[in-house]
DNA sequence: TAATTATATGTGAACTCTCACAGTTATTCA
DNA sequence: TGAATAACTGTGAGAGTTCACATATAATTA
């Protein structure tokens, strides 16, 4: 009994492609990278030898000679921020790039940098949980060269980055319970070695202070819904007190409603709730999530587009990219009880 | 005034370590392989050297000569199970792998196997919307020889495959909904173009032809909650007289749920619900979501061990996995009232 | 028309590694 | 101890492309 051997038939090379076209390889070269001083008549020439051979260039061949894969590699230091990878995949495509995943921890930073490098990653978008460089030197000189953007803020340093402005959303939805008529308020913060999560928590004490009101408890989790509801258990244990809780994320919002409910507290009648995101299932919650909307798709687009700016001129001023997000005013906050 | 001009410093190559060692080229090359064939002393003498220039392989002479770029590359069709890229990538490092991802339109499909063929790319795990050859010959010829494993049913077809059983799945949960005592159950269906989302309306129908039951009506929309809602406005349009529907995902039924409260209509109590998928959020959504649970990550988990095996050995039996699906009965199906 | 320039095409070399094979030394066994 | 075998190490060649340069032809100008 035989098994097939798929025969490893050797694929054409620009030297078949010269002898079909009756030219010079290095002619097949110009044309496969669009380079001028070819004339129409032998452009198509190659172009037709190209087709009938279903030539295909050696990738491996132009990496060794160009030192460049087309490739953009984002690092993912945790599962956060996945719902934009698929846009961002996009935006890479049309910009001519692949597009590829490293999801990894911080141990493993310092490997998979060198991995980037030796496989000729043109740009890397890092998405950190917590800070991974003192200063755009350090991390530069980790990244070897590599071309990078921050998703996420990192505030008071000067990574090339895109983020959303964490103070100013925070400050809207601690002012907005403010405004409503919460004196006691609460706090879900996310992971607080986070930049963005570490923003939005200051700026609501920022609020708070300056709104002449002492802060509730705060606790920490970490961003998921599991951890929403158990950092609301844990709130309801310590301090009934509060009348609105400020919440990191639409995520830990709906883990934290399911506590309150359990207890039976109903949201917004016993406590309302802010939080930030605005994730396509808080329009259709019960109640409808009032939250900080940021655009998760437009940040993915931006990171990409800044980082393939850097690409193509590696001088261009480093800057932050800082998109302001917006209060949408839903169902789950209002006036607290008399 | 100059600017810093970052001096492309040559890096290292085995000539160097070799020469650095006291060794050939070649011995180098076994210690990177970790071949035999090399006593210790030699081979630690090699490895100082190569600490000591900091010599990282070149991967693109490696690819250029070896053919292999330990890439296994997600082609997504459609963004709907963008849930796993996380988790595969992991599992994919885990085992050595770098993953790369392609976002494409059908139309795309032929441009980007040639580009992963060029780019060596090892292994291909495939997410189709609707299908994408008529059989596993054809499959294979498109993809000129790369291993592929598809994520989700192709019924009938014989592609090696990671799927849930989603008639087995889609006959729980209809079943459930009869057992419970309806009578009149519609549909909100994904798109039937979509394997799963096919074979769970089949199974839907089905099960109620098996009960002696007549279908309800069946809409169909596209995965998303916006999709549901709007299918579920439309339900109500043509025909309020249902007192369940089978809904092809938890999004949908989020957006269903959303429609329906907009009527006045409440779930379970007016109308039960049975959905798919079981999201984290649809343990803490009000009401907590009735669903046939999948677990995405272990799918994917899967998809990439699956691909890994066929890389290591092209012989292995092509095979279809398949995960068998549990209903999980929460708050959104009680008995219809009478 | 000769000199100058622009355009088109070709040749040699290099990029860095691994494969195939050859040669050398150490080990085993009768 | 000598032959056979195993373990180790080295050399030549080539993988498929692009870069730098050289040459040939065509277009432009004085």
Same mark, same amino acid.
């Given at each position: 009994?035989y098994?097939l051997?798929? $025969?490893k038939?050797?694929r &054409?090379?620009? !030297?078949?492609?010269?002898?079909?076209?009756?030219?010079?390889?290095?002619?097949v070269?110009?044309?496969? %990278?669009?380079?001028?001083?070819?004339?129409?008549?032998t452009r198509?020439?190659? @172009?037709?030898?190209?087709k009938?051979?279903d030539?295909?260039?050696? /990738?491996?061949?132009q990496?060794l000679q160009?030192?460049?894969?087309?490739?953009?590699?984002?690092?993912?230091?945790?599962?956060g921020f996945?719902l934009?990878?698929?846009e #961002?995949?996009?935006?890479?495509q049309?910009?001519g790039?692949h597009?590829?995943?490293?999801?990894?921890t911080?141990?493993?930073?310092n /490997?998979? @940098?060198?991995?980037a490098?030796s496989?000729?990653v043109d740009?890397l978008?890092? *998405?950190? #949980?917590?800070p991974?460089a003192?200063? !755009?030197?350090?991390?530069?000189r980790l990244t070897?060269g590599i071309?990078?953007?921050?998703?996420?803020?990192?505030?008071g340093?000067?990574f090339?980055s *895109?983020s !959303?402005d964490?103070?100013?959303?925070?400050?809207?939805?601690?002012?907005?319970?403010?405004n409503v008529?919460?004196?006691?308020?609460?706090? *879900?913060?996310?992971p607080?070695? %986070?930049?963005?999560?570490?923003? /939005?928590?200051?700026?609501?004490?920022?609020t @708070?202070r300056? %709104?002449?009101? /002492?802060p509730?408890?705060?606790? =920490?989790?970490d961003f998921?819904?599991e951890?929403g509801?158990?950092a $609301?258990?844990?709130?309801l244990?310590?301090?009934?007190d509060f009348t609105?809780?400020?919440?990191?994320?639409?995520?830990?919002?709906?883990?934290a409603?399911?506590?309150?409910r359990e207890?039976g507290?109903?949201?917004?009648?016993d406590v309302? #709730?802010?939080s930030f995101?605005d994730?396509? =299932?808080?329009?259709?919650? *019960? &109640?409808?999530?009032?939250?900080?909307?940021q655009?998760f798709? @437009?940040l993915g687009? #931006?990171?990409?587009?800044y980082?393939?700016?850097?690409?193509? %001129? &590696?001088?261009i &001023?480093?800057h932050?990219?800082?998109l302001q997000?917006?209060l949408?005013?839903?169902?789950?906050t209002?006036p607290?009880?008399t």
């Amino acid at each position: 009994m035989y098994h097939l051997v798929t $025969m490893k038939t050797k694929r &054409p090379t620009v !030297y078949d492609v010269a002898r079909e076209a009756g030219v010079s390889y290095q002619t097949v070269s110009r044309v496969i %990278n669009n380079k001028a001083h070819v004339s129409e008549v032998t452009r198509t020439r190659v @172009l037709d030898a190209i087709k009938t051979l279903d030539f295909r260039p050696n /990738r491996a061949a132009q990496l060794l000679q160009t030192e460049r894969s087309n490739t953009i590699e984002v690092v993912l230091f945790y599962f956060g921020f996945n719902l934009f990878l698929y846009e #961002m995949a996009r935006s890479a495509q049309r910009l001519g790039y692949h597009f590829s995943i490293s999801a990894i921890t911080e141990q493993e930073f310092n /490997r998979t @940098l060198e991995s980037a490098r030796s496989r000729f990653v043109d740009g890397l978008i890092i *998405v950190p #949980m917590a800070p991974i460089a003192e200063n !755009y030197e350090e991390l530069k000189r980790l990244t070897d060269g590599i071309p990078f953007v921050q998703v996420g803020a990192n505030l008071g340093t000067d990574f090339p980055s *895109v983020s !959303y402005d964490q103070t100013h959303g925070a400050h809207l939805a601690a002012q907005h319970l403010i405004n409503v008529g919460h004196r006691h308020i609460a706090e *879900v913060s996310g992971p607080l070695q %986070n930049h963005d999560a570490y923003d /939005r928590h200051i700026s609501w004490l920022d609020t @708070l202070r300056d %709104n002449g009101l /002492r802060p509730g408890t705060s606790v =920490e989790a970490d961003f998921t819904i599991e951890g929403g509801y158990r950092a $609301m258990s844990h709130l309801l244990d310590e301090d009934a007190d509060f009348t609105a809780v400020f919440i990191g994320n639409d995520s830990m919002a709906i883990g934290a409603h399911s506590a309150l409910r359990e207890r039976g507290l109903r949201v917004p009648d016993d406590v309302s #709730m802010v939080s930030f995101d605005d994730i396509p =299932e808080a329009a259709h919650f *019960v &109640p409808k999530l009032t939250t900080v909307r940021q655009d998760f798709n @437009l940040l993915g687009q #931006m990171a990409i587009e800044y980082i393939v700016s850097m690409i193509d %001129n &590696p001088d261009i &001023p480093v800057h932050q990219r800082i998109l302001q997000p917006k209060l949408v005013i839903r169902e789950s906050t209002c006036p607290p009880r008399t």
